[in-house]
């Protein structure tokens, strides 16, 4: 069965440190999909990135990088020169495909505050 | 450009009553979710549909009902509130045919069962 850990429960920064959120996952599928949504203050879930399993390359936009490893089945994501704009619960979700053709399941999230 | 339409924002319920969380989306989206989400729990599946008339039971289903007549909506119900339904229910859409596309999520409906 998929599942998506999120060990960082919270993280702390002042405002212009880097920080990396770590997102490791266990899925049976060779094909499968990775992705993090951002959850601010305000309540709704946004999305940030996909990944399929057959792209390992590493993606930057902008502030936000994300570093995909299936050796060691993980898929974290890195912020830049953080800003208090970051500060949110930042969730990592699996969906395996085709096999199982699972829905989303989710990590339990990391609460990202950035202190100015 | 509504999206995804939740209500209501929020509601408090008595044990024991029933209540129905309205979603409408109109971007015309075959598949259609229901999480919720309890604090430091992450997000929890509890139906989802993949087109309309046609359901299925997510990870945490008991205690609700979800129906699909149309491709718009997909009403979440709540029979017989219980406290452990107090959370934060999001309802969320995607377009495709499988479960692999972005999420586009209502702005969630807080429900407190006293």
């Known amino acids: 069965a998929q599942k998506v850990t999120q060990a960082q429960t919270e993280i702390s920064v002042v405002e212009k440190e880097d920080v990396t959120l770590d997102c490791v996952y266990e899925?049976?599928?060779?094909?499968?999909?990775l992705f993090w949504y951002k959850q601010p203050p305000s309540g709704e879930l946004v999305f940030l990135i996909r990944r399929n399993s057959f792209d390992e390359q590493n993606e930057i936009s902008g502030r936000y990088s994300w570093n995909f490893q299936k050796s060691t089945s993980s898929f974290n994501f890195t912020i830049t020169a953080s800003q208090v704009v970051d500060s949110a619960v930042y969730f990592c979700?699996?969906?395996?495909?085709?096999?199982?053709?699972?829905?989303?399941?989710f990590g339990k999230g990391t609460r990202l505050s950035v202190i100015a | 450009n509504a999206g995804v339409t939740q209500t209501p924002k929020f509601r408090i319920l008595k044990i024991g009553q029933s209540m129905t969380l309205q979603c409408t989306q109109d971007m015309n989206h075959n598949y259609m979710y229901w999480y919720r989400q309890d604090p430091g729990m992450g997000l929890k599946l509890i139906y989802y549909s993949v087109g309309a008339g046609i359901t299925d039971k997510g990870e945490v289903p008991n205690g609700y009902n979800v129906s699909r007549s149309t491709t718009e909506d997909f009403p979440l119900r709540l029979e017989l509130a219980a406290p452990s339904q107090t959370s934060v229910y999001f309802c969320?859409?995607?377009?495709?045919?499988?479960?692999?596309?972005?999420?586009?999520f209502g702005e969630g409906s807080r429900l407190t069962v006293l």
């Open positions: 899925t049976r599928d060779t094909t499968y999909y």
């Open positions: 969320a859409s995607s377009l495709g045919t499988s479960h692999t596309g972005e999420l586009f």
């Open positions: 979700a699996l969906s395996e495909a085709p096999s199982g053709n699972t829905p989303l399941v």
